[in-house]
């Protein structure tokens, strides 16, 4: 049975982690969608859109930051998607980081994703091995079959 935490609750890397990276601001909750595709699996969720964000706490965005910083190191394996409301530079920025280390990735990208192509190519270039694929359904299904 699938586990879940979620930011800022923390997670002490025992269990088999799986950080959610990608979208959060401006993007519809692809994070709840997926922890519904994974509920049988073994692994734990870690995500990091919080149900709800201190605003007003100048400190939030740094214990966020630290908070994905410090997940994404004890994940076993990291999910990246890439939906069509945004950009997601950030989640580019990880994939880009995490693309050149051996750490297990699973990637999906929203067919109308704005940078599709550039995730494709450049995935492709560094870690030959990563298959991506284009929903949420095909991104959980390589989780469960890994």
């Known amino acids: 049975m699938c586990k879940y935490v979620e930011a800022p609750e923390e997670f002490d890397g025992t269990d088999q982690g799986l950080f959610c ?4 601001t401006g993007c519809p909750n692809w ?3 997926m922890l519904k595709l994974l509920e049988s699996s073994c692994w734990v969720l870690l995500n990091p859109r919080r149900a709800s964000f ?3 706490d100048p400190n939030a965005a740094r214990q966020q930051i ?3 910083y410090k997940h994404l190191r004890i994940a076993k394996a990291i999910l990246f998607w890439f939906p069509c409301e945004s950009v997601c530079p950030i989640a580019l920025y990880e994939l880009g980081a995490w693309s050149m280390t051996n750490k297990r990735l699973f990637v999906g990208v929203h067919p109308n994703y ?4 550039d995730v494709e190519i450049q995935t492709g270039l560094v870690r030959p091995d990563i ?3 284009y929903s949420l359904e095909a991104l959980a299904q390589q989780v469960i079959q890994s």
């Open 21 to 24: 990276a990608g979208g959060i």
């Open 54 to 56: 201190p605003l007003d």
């Open 114 to 117: 704005l940078r599709r192509q």
């Open 31 to 33: 994070q709840k969608e």
């Open 66 to 68: 630290e908070w994905e």
């Open 131 to 133: 298959r991506i694929v």
